[in-house]
């Protein structure tokens, strides 16, 4: 009965409060602070009703209180990433448009026009939802991932499915991260295994995209969590355990890589490439090469186009700007307070930054063969675009909502050494008589 | 006392608590009375919304643990950003406070 009062106080403070996603936390601290006022107040001699009363009316007004909540307490708006968001698709269309130089470049536009306008409506929708409805199934979400990514490997299963279940890499070590967490060095190895998972699935199915985004997961995203303590295990321990495949992997890659193997084909466009870099001008079109600019550059090469076109300076800026998003994303990422929402929005961050980086050199002829990937939002790519999109609608969410998000208690395993305790304890117990 | 004394030097009292250990809202009011021999009795409902501004404005940051009685208590932790502001609101104070005591001890006296 008196906790009903006090309940139907904290439930008038929320009342005033417009952002409902903030009552949950708001009325727990209000009504614990009541509940330990009041019990103050009996300890002094007072029953439990007047202690109620008491508590109640030292606390104040319950609609001032509110309203002053409710000045403090608003989703955090990201219409300017936005706005930037949409002036990146802007610059992409206009680039895609004087690249293609065909009559038809119009009717060429209409599917990433269509894609833009898909996108917009799905990263809309991601913003406004409750993003820490992922934290509920992130086991069932890391092993759906695992379960597309094993059907990926079949020889028969479509083209788009390999290309693109890559993206969600990130997302789903993040899951298994988030769902292992406090489960000691079990858990830890358990997230790695589940990346080596990834990582030779990746090889099989011959998607470097893959790789490139498990080396991400294993030596940023699971160290991450080592040093946060999330696994509660000895950090040297855990960096040893998460980033040993990934760092053998990439020594292996590099060596790959240096001793030139696979490098076949595409020497005509490496060759292009080339001549480009080396033609290209501070400001303006480069001197001309010895073969016509290729319209179909507009897919994969737009940056290509770009410094061809206008030179190194436009090229950079664009660089320069696009890498300026993708910091203002893991600032905003790592002031999350949750556990969930840093690993989901380092992990959407870390997909944009590694796409940027590999589109960017890709086209300036430094990464050969050519690893097939999209530059977010401004090159051509209809399904990929609208992927994107949904990713960056999460990431906005998780600004946005972050600072309610609650990250949901796990039970932790009980390890050796908490055995060996309570043992301790037990015996201790049986020999004094208890 | 005026109240509205206390209402300019609310936040300075609460960070300047919060400089010698991590706090609840309920232990922070307790202190603060105790402290201040019961001069300062701030109210609950003043309180959680200074504190839930200052956490938004990165002066402050909180955690929750369990407490002894299985209630969740919300503690507070004094940001390295707030331990600037809280230098900069003490030097701020120590320069009103002394030009206010100026003023009352001595200062200019019109004659007529």
């Known amino acids: ?434 | 006392m005026d109240k509205s004394l206390l209402a300019g030097s609310t936040t300075v009292l609460i960070l300047k608590l919060l400089e010698d250990q991590d706090m609840y809202g309920y232990q922070m009011i307790s202190s603060l009375a105790e402290r201040s021999n019961h001069t300062f009795d701030l109210k609950a409902g003043t309180l959680y919304p200074l504190l839930h501004n200052l956490e938004k404005n990165g002066i402050v940051e909180s955690y929750e643990k369990i407490a002894e009685n299985e209630r969740t208590r919300k503690y507070y932790h004094l940001t390295r950003n707030g331990k600037k502001y809280l230098k900069e609101k003490e030097a701020e104070w120590y320069a009103y406070s002394n030009a206010v005591n100026s003023v009352l001890r001595g200062g200019l006296c019109y004659a007529e």
């Not at chain 1, 008038?12 to 996603?21: A, E, G, L, P």
């Open chain 1, 1 to 434: 009965m008196q906790n009903d009062k006090i309940v139907e106080y904290c439930t008038t403070v929320c009342s005033q409060i417009r952002w409902k996603k903030s009552h949950k936390k708001i009325f727990s601290e209000l009504q614990n602070h009541l509940l330990e006022q009041r019990d103050a107040f009996v300890e002094m001699g007072d029953s439990i009703q007047e202690a109620t009363d008491k508590a109640i009316l030292d606390f104040g007004d319950p609609v001032c209180i509110g309203m002053d909540l409710d000045r403090v307490h608003r989703p955090k708006s990201q219409y300017p990433l936005m706005i930037l968001l949409v002036l990146f698709c802007l610059f992409g269309g206009l680039l895609q448009f004087f690249c293609i130089q065909s009559t038809s470049a119009i009717a060429d536009m209409i599917p990433q026009a269509v894609s833009y306008l898909i996108g917009f409506a799905i990263l809309m929708a991601a913003y406004f939802i409750d993003f820490s409805i992922l934290s509920r199934y992130s086991l069932p979400i890391a092993i759906c991932t695992l379960a597309v990514v094993l059907i990926a490997c079949i020889p028969s299963s479509g083209r788009h499915l390999k290309y693109y279940i890559v993206w969600l890499y990130p997302i789903a070590v993040s899951c298994a991260i988030y769902y292992f967490r406090t489960k000691g060095y079990a858990g830890l190895t358990a997230s790695t295994l589940f990346l080596l998972l990834l990582i030779i699935c990746s090889l099989f199915t011959n998607r470097i995209m893959g790789v490139f985004l498990c080396l991400f997961s294993g030596l940023v995203l699971l160290p991450l969590s080592v040093f946060k303590g999330w696994f509660h295990v000895r950090k040297i321990y855990g960096f040893m355990i998460c980033m040993t495949p990934c760092l053998l992997l990439l020594l292996t890659a590099c060596a790959v890589y240096l001793s030139g193997a696979g490098r076949t084909g595409d020497e005509y466009i490496s060759g292009l490439l080339q001549e480009i870099v080396q033609n290209a001008s501070w400001l303006g079109m480069g001197r001309t090469l010895s073969s016509p600019f290729p319209s179909m550059f507009h897919t994969d090469y737009i940056l290509a186009y770009l410094l061809y076109r206008h030179g190194w300076i436009p090229l950079v800026t664009v660089i320069a700007l696009l890498y300026s998003f993708v910091a203002v994303c893991i600032w905003s990422a790592a002031r999350q307070k949750s556990m969930f929402g840093k690993l989901i929005a380092v992990s959407i961050a870390g997909v944009f930054a590694i796409q940027i980086t590999v589109y960017a050199l890709s086209n300036l002829g430094v990464i050969r063969p050519y690893v097939s990937t999209i530059l977010p939002f401004i090159s051509y790519g209809s399904f990929a675009n609208i992927i994107n999109f949904a990713l960056l609608g999460l990431l906005l969410s998780i600004f946005r909502n972050g600072e309610v998000m609650d990250d949901r208690v796990a039970k932790p395993i009980l390890t050796r050494a908490g055995w060996k305790r309570i043992r301790a304890i037990i015996h201790y117990e049986e020999t004094n008589g208890q």
